[in-house]
Nanobody, 122 residues
Framework: QVQLVESGGGLVQAGGSLRLSCVAS????????MGWFRQAPGKEREFVAA????????GYADSVKGRFTISRDSAKNTVYLQMNSLKPEDTAVYYC???????????????WGQGTQVTVSS
């Protein structure tokens, strides 16, 4: 089992940027695929981006393509989500997920962090 802790959320104006971090501990970080999901109030949790254990980007949601970038630093057991050109509709709780199955990381998720709130004001 892997434990995940997200940070970096906050309040930002539309057009601004934030970088989320997710630090993993427990079993070997390098063997897990990692992803980010988000959940807005009254909506279901949705996939945002994912990256393989070897650092290959698996994909982005259409709504964030060209604005968000996922990356990982295995030496720091950390995955990042750089979010640029933020929009009010990006407001949500952002969750980090990890799993040995790339299918899970891009669909239902695996192990979850507690989430970090991102609020974008217009």
């Amino acid at each position: 089992q892997v434990q995940l802790v997200e940070s970096g959320g906050g309040l930002v104006q539309a057009g601004g940027s934030l970088r989320l971090s997710c630090v993993a501990s427990g079993r070997t970080f390098g063997s897990y695929h990692m992803g980010w999901f988000r959940q807005a109030p009254g909506k279901e949790r949705e996939f945002v981006a994912a990256i393989t254990w070897s650092g290959i980007i698996m994909g982005y949601a259409d709504s964030v393509k060209g604005r968000f970038t996922i990356s990982r630093d295995s030496a720091k057991n950390t995955v990042y989500l750089q979010m640029n050109s933020l929009k009010p509709e990006d407001t949500a709780v952002y969750y980090c997920t990890a799993d040995s199955s790339w299918t899970k990381v891009t669909s239902t998720g695996g192990s979850w962090g507690q989430g970090t709130q991102v609020t974008v004001s217009s």
